[in-house]
DNA sequence: TGGCAATACCTTGCGATCCGAGGTATTGAA
DNA sequence: TTCAATACCTCGGATCGCAAGGTATTGCCA
């Protein structure tokens, strides 16, 4: 969960209601996250500082937007090797 | 989990701690699950009539041999086609 | 022979987490 | 004017993986 939103948001800047579209369209609708999943993960996200907000308004409609900060790029590098691991392992154990 | 578990028992009928070893040589140590996670996993399993177990004594010790029922493997290769998409979708949203 | 590692089973409780369901507010189209 | 879409948020339930604890046996080694 947590690759998919620093994923996300690691493309460009992205508020809650848009990663959730951004990971639907990416994925042709296999992952559609709902928004009890996605907001408070977004706070977890900036509590442990690899996120960073502000709020933005537009057409009317205000938006948090979220970017990575530097720990959060090092952290979805991370991320990216354990799933990449995770996913070796899952493909070797069942084969 | 669940697709872990049915692919291990699938290659041979497996006890509970013999599951846990199966599935950490196959993946190189990657994959080391706690015993109070496949224990209950596996009652789990065989309540949702996916596994039948039988019991055998080797060694002066008892062991509950599972098994694959006919439902498990149909479960088993539904688990593998969600295993694929779900993967992929990953890795189409994380690229 | 005494003790410890390995084998093999099991249960309990905590923490994490994902989601469904509900709520608020605005815009824009029908 | 009403409804879908956009956009935020919160709460509670259910699940689940694990750590930690427990029991019992075998077999090795000091």
Redesign the interface.
């Known amino acids: 969960m947590d690759?998919?939103l620093l994923?996300?948001i690691a493309r460009q800047p992205l508020h809650g209601y848009g990663v959730v579209e951004a990971?639907r369209q990416?994925?042709?609708n296999?992952?559609d996250l709902a928004e009890g999943t996605v907001y408070p993960a977004l706070y977890r996200l900036e509590r442990a500082g690899l996120l960073a907000s502000s709020w933005k308004t537009v057409r009317g409609r205000r938006r948090r937007i979220y970017r990575l900060t530097r720990r959060g790029r090092t952290r979805l590098e991370r991320e990216?090797r354990e799933?990449t691991?995770?996913?070796?392992?899952?493909e070797?154990?069942?084969a």
Chains 1, 2 share one sequence.
Not at 85 to 90: D, E, H, P, Q, R
Request: hydrophobic share 70%; no cysteine.
């Open positions: 690759f998919l994923a996300a990971i990416a994925t042709g296999e992952l990216r799933w691991a995770f996913a070796g392992a899952v070797a154990a069942t």
